[in-house]
Each structure stands twice: as C-alpha cells, then as structure tokens.
C-alpha cells in the first residue's frame, strides 16, 4: 500500500515532541512482570516452554505473514528460518543488500559452552559467567537459555561452512575473552561476525529463491501499524523513490541493532540508528534500561574532530596482547625506550586473577583513570599500549600473524603504525547498548504481536555484556527461540480480526507529517553539526562515568539543542527520491529524544553497575558499588506526552548469589 505525497506544509509542533515538565522528572506506574517464563529448575525451563507452546501446522504457516525488520545476525537468521519453516516473511533492511548488515563488523569470536577445552566449562558455568558479568541486572531465566542455546549454534554455522579457526588436528579452536577464565570462544580469525553473517545469508537467499522470502532492501521503516492492540505492519520509506509504503503482517519483528550512535561517535556504522525501535517505543513498547552503554575497552582513539566514526580493535587482541602505560605522569618516551621496570602493566596489577581479561567496562574504566592521571599516551594523552612483543618473542610473527592480520593490517592502515613493531594505542569508546525495547521470555514487547531481537531489545546482558556474546545471542534469538515463541503467538492469529484502514492511515500520516515537517524548517544548520554536538554531550555528561551534576547539566542541554534543530535544521531536497540529508535528519530526531530518556534513566539509577558508573557510588578501590535493595529491577519507560513513566521489573536470583564483582 504506497500513499501519495500531500502538499508540503509547514506543522505545529506535534504531540510526540512533548518533554517532561522539569528535567529529569518521571512518574512511576504499575510494576511489570515476565510471565512467559515456566517456574522450576532453570535448566528445565526452556524445555518446558517450547513444550508448552503452541503449534501452527505447516497449511496454516503458509496463510501467515511476518514482518523482519533487520538483516543481521539476528534478523537474517529469524527470516531464513521463519521461511524454512513455511511461514510468508517479508525482510526489510536499508542497506543496499542484507550481507551489508552490521553484523558484519563484529572481529573477535562467538561464545559457546562446547568445552571441546576440557578446561571446566559448561553451561552453566556460561550462565555464572554472564549473570556476573552483567552485573546481576539480567534474568536468569532469559540467560541460561542463551548458555544452553549456545551449543547448538556452532553446529547450526559449521553445517552452513562457516569457516572457524581450527587446531592441527582439525578440531574447531577456541580462545579467551574478557570475563572468563576459560577458552569458549570460537572464532575465524577477527572476520567472525562477517563470516556468521555470510552463513545466515545464504540461509536467507535460499529462502527468497524459494519464494518464502520477500526482500525488500534500501527500505527504512519508519512507524509501527498498531491496529485492535497489535502490531500488525510497517511504513516504510523506499530510499531510492522517496516513495510511503504500507505493509501489512500477522506478526512484526523487529531486528534492528542498537543505539550506541547516539553519542554520534562510536564503533558502529554510520547508519545504525534508534529509529524503529523507538517508533515502537511511542506506540506503547517499553523501553528497558536505555542508559546501559557498553564502552568497549580497545578501539583505536580519536585523532581529530573531523571523524565521524571509530574503529574497534577486538578484544581478542587481549590474549596475547599487554595493556600498560608508563608509571611516570607526562612521559612522552616512544615505547621501546621505556624500560620493563618503568611500565605500568595496570590491569595485571590489579587484576592478578584475570589481569588484561577483566570484562570490557572494568578494562575501559581503568584505562580512563591511568589518562586521567596524566599517564596516556600518544595525541592528547587519550590513550594506553596494546604491546605484542612478548607474544611476537614467544610465539613467532607467523603464529600471532594468522590470529590476528587482519587486524594488525587494518590498525596499520588507519593509523600508519606498524603493530609488529611498535605497540598498538587504543582507547574506550562507545560500544553496544546492553538497553533496548522491553520484552518477555517470548521475546514479545509490551505490544501484542511485537517481537524484539538481538541487540535490539534489552534481554540477556544486564549492564554489561561479556565479549563475544553479542553474535551469541543474536543468532539464539533468530535461530532457536524467535521461531518456536512467535508460533505460539500466532497459533491464535485466526482471532486477531481485521487491521483497520483508519489504524493505517494514522500511521502513513504520522511517517508524511514527520518528513513534511523537517523539509519544512530550512534553517543553516545541517542534521549532522546537531548530531556531533548532541554526541559530546551525551559523551562528557552521561559516558564512562556519570554525576548527578552532569546528568542534569545534560537534561537541560537537551531540549534546549532539540528546540534550536527542530527551528533550524537544514534539510535540503525533496522527498521524492534519494535525499540521505533526509534519511540522517529523521534519525537524528529520534536520538534527541532517546538521548534525554537515557539521561533520565542514569539519573534515577543511583547505583553504579556494569556499564553504568556513577561517580557517587563506588567503593575504596573505585569500583562500581551497586545497590541490591533499591535497585535489583529492570527499569521498562513507557512513553506518554506527559514523559516518561517507569514500571519495575523485580529481578530474583535463585541460582547466583548477588555479590559484590571481583575480578581480582
């Protein structure tokens, strides 16, 4: 269904650009509960559902239709296997082709309790290992089955030709990350994410040959059609036309990574956005602990205020590489004229249990303070050494060549240092976004028929996710849990009835309205300088580390930049065709409105844990100190025009004690 443009008009301000009446301010509603998830011993419980749930049969799959939005990881795999199963999908992705998804950026491994080691691991040790990495702010419920799903993941990619490293006798290989003291992640060099990708790719092309699958690329949604209390569609924007589409389906899905440009830099791609899940948001999904930002640890550091992304550097880099800086404040000797006793190898002496392994946010707060001692390196003092030598003298070139050149060349070709011969320089920088839309033990939102996967919504990782454990759930949720849960949801689509034309034609009209309106203001600043500006307060007032001082300092920023944008942004073109001033114009929009509710959220969260650090709550050793008796909840926001309102999800913990994290 495709609308025709109306007139260019300029709007008043419409309902959806109301803001709190102070900064910060919220009111609390009824609290929210997971009822999805069966009682019992936790390593029975996804049995129990999948047995509980129930079943479409194979002629009424093919009478159902199914939105994918997102081709990554998650969303390509969901659709290949929604397809496989017999079901009508249709698969929606901006890009110009699925495989461009930015899963393809993820390097360092995938997480699976194989134990092929014999090094003591298993599922459960899985399951510890994220509830504490996670700073125990994730359900046990949802967690256990991401470590019992695992297993069966390595058998799903390596059946597609996924080309894992291997040991001489052929085995798949493994190696370390960040928050383990075993070796669970598999891995294809630093190309996992790519070579995972390529694998549910080809499952989601053999689909579309099959005619169970219909692509359409170069599409950006942007409105949920929410008809009878459901989700029922889509509008769309054709990118290449400029053209409004309505699509309708029994079932939406949406897939569509996180939000971590919010911060305008980071380590993922320029074109990731918050966009449709927060469309799904002010259409009455809930919103849970969107101030949980991943900082990653090595990622190469800024060199200029011309960027406008960064480069991560894999944590697998970890293994063999050593993290230190000088022991002196202001020395600016090259590295190899810094002797061993005059080194700093920071995490190894505070860490001895885990040294350079500790999970991402404890290695980027680290690296954070030894900078703000006075004690980086290199432009600005933004930054630590990443050293390969020792495992250069110990291993060989060759060895540490075909675990990580790729890496090396592409670190070489971004900051002209050779890392073979001179150490690496990294920095923390804005990662993954542990937040997303709130959603069940069935992956449903808050909106009947509204399913949320992959980063996209905010289930397995509490408040900091463990490396190599992103790729892990998203092919979970896509593979494995994704299709057996939305069946048991559309085993009743017979009852759902109609969508009515009025619930569509709202919608179409809210997606002209928004584009209609930002056309309209042709002001001099570009969608993009408010963007860079929004980020830098976002990074300096709610980044590594968070006050209360500066959240509020960010709360008042806020409106007052959104304000001068909505008045001021220069969007030029049309709406007729291709116009990305357009595509970043509307993007940037929703970020200003995340961008205060993560504010609200870090502010109200006064708690340290995990990815979030406020400053007010740390211990003798500046650790994140959290607080279990007033905070021990997800934290779901529902968007109303009066602003936001919180509604708890207690989390209880049966089989891990919450205690204080050590990684010592």
């Not at 494995?480 to 085993?491: C, Q």
Request: charged fraction near 25%; aromatic fraction near 10%; charge should be negative.
């Amino acid at each position: 269904m495709k609308f025709r443009r109306r007139a260019q008009q300029e709007q008043s301000t419409p309902q959806e650009q109301s803001t709190p009446p102070q900064p910060g301010a919220y009111r609390t509603g009824e609290p929210v509960r997971d009822t999805k998830a069966p009682s019992g011993p936790v390593e029975d419980r996804w049995d129990t559902r999948r047995f509980q749930a129930k079943l479409v049969n194979p002629a009424n799959k093919r009478k159902l239709t199914v939105i994918v939005v997102g081709t990554g990881l998650a969303g390509g795999s969901a659709a290949a296997t929604l397809g496989e199963l017999g079901y009508k999908v249709k698969s929606f992705c901006y890009q110009d082709s699925p495989r461009r998804a930015h899963s393809i950026a993820a390097q360092g491994g995938i997480n699976a309790a194989k134990n092929y080691r014999g090094d003591g691991d298993s599922v459960y040790r899985l399951f510890y290992d994220t509830v504490k990495g996670g700073d125990f702010r994730a359900r046990e419920s949802n967690v256990y089955r991401l470590a019992q799903v695992s297993v069966n993941i390595i058998d799903q990619a390596v059946a597609q030709g996924v080309p894992f490293a291997r040991e001489y006798g052929g085995l798949l290989d493994t190696r370390s990350f960040g928050g383990a003291q075993v070796s669970r992640t598999f891995y294809a060099r630093g190309q996992t994410g790519q070579q995972l990708l390529l694998g549910a790719y080809q499952a989601l092309e053999r689909q579309i040959a099959a005619g169970t699958v219909e692509m359409h690329t170069r599409h950006e949604m942007l409105e949920i059609v929410v008809s009878g209390g459901r989700a029922r569609g889509v509008v769309v924007r054709d990118m290449v036309t400029g053209e409004i589409e309505t699509h309708l389906a029994d079932a939406v899905v949406l897939a569509t990574g996180g939000y971590g440009n919010v911060f305008f830099l980071s380590t993922n791609a320029k074109g990731c956005n918050t966009t449709a899940i927060w469309r799904a948001h002010k259409k009455g999904a809930y919103f849970g602990n969107p101030c949980f930002t991943q900082i990653h640890p090595t990622c190469i550091p800024v060199s200029g205020d011309y960027q406008s992304k960064l480069t991560l550097m894999s944590e697998s880099l970890r293994n063999d590489g050593r993290v230190w800086v000088p022991l002196r404040k202001g020395d600016d000797r090259a590295p190899a004229d810094i002797p061993e006793y005059e080194r700093d190898y920071y995490l190894e002496r505070i860490y001895p249990a885990f040294g350079n392994l500790v999970p991402r946010d404890i290695a980027s707060r680290a690296a954070k303070n030894v900078c703000d001692e006075g004690r980086g390196v290199g432009p600005g003092g933004l930054g630590v050494y990443l050293d390969f030598a020792g495992a250069i003298a110990r291993l060989g070139r060759d060895a540490v060549e075909k675990k990580y050149g790729n890496l090396f060349e592409m670190y070489e070709r971004i900051t002209g240092e050779n890392p073979y011969e001179v150490p690496m320089r990294i920095y923390p920088a804005v990662h993954y976004t542990m937040g997303g839309l709130w959603v069940d033990y069935d992956l449903q939102s808050t909106i009947p028929g509204l399913f949320v996967i992959g980063e996209a919504n905010f289930s397995d990782h509490g408040a900091n996710r463990l490396g190599a454990s992103a790729l892990m759930q998203g092919l979970a949720d896509g593979y494995f849990v994704l299709p057996t849960t939305i069946g048991d949801y559309l085993a009743g689509a017979g009852a759902f009835g109609p969508v009515e034309e009025d619930d569509v034609a709202e919608a179409g009209k809210a997606v002209q309205d928004r584009i209609d309106r930002l056309l309209a203001v042709n002001g001099t600043r570009t969608a993009d300088s408010y963007h860079r500006e929004l980020g830098r307060i976002m990074w300096d007032y709610c980044g590594m580390e968070r006050t209360e001082e500066s959240l509020r300092k960010a709360l008042e920023r806020i409106p007052e930049l959104r304000e001068e944008f909505w008045n001021n942004v220069k969007v030029p073109g049309d709406a007729e065709g291709l116009n990305q001033a357009l595509e970043r114009a509307g993007r940037v929009a929703d970020f200003f409105e995340l961008a205060e509710l993560m504010c609200v959220d870090a502010l109200h969260r006064t708690e340290s844990c995990g990815g979030h650090f406020r400053a007010e709550s740390q211990d003798a050793d500046g650790e994140a100190l959290r607080d279990d008796e007033n905070f021990a909840y997800v934290a779901a926001w529902e968007w109303t025009a009066g602003g936001p309102v919180l509604h708890k999800e207690e989390l209880d913990y049966e089989y891990v004690k919450m205690t204080q994290r050590s990684y010592k």
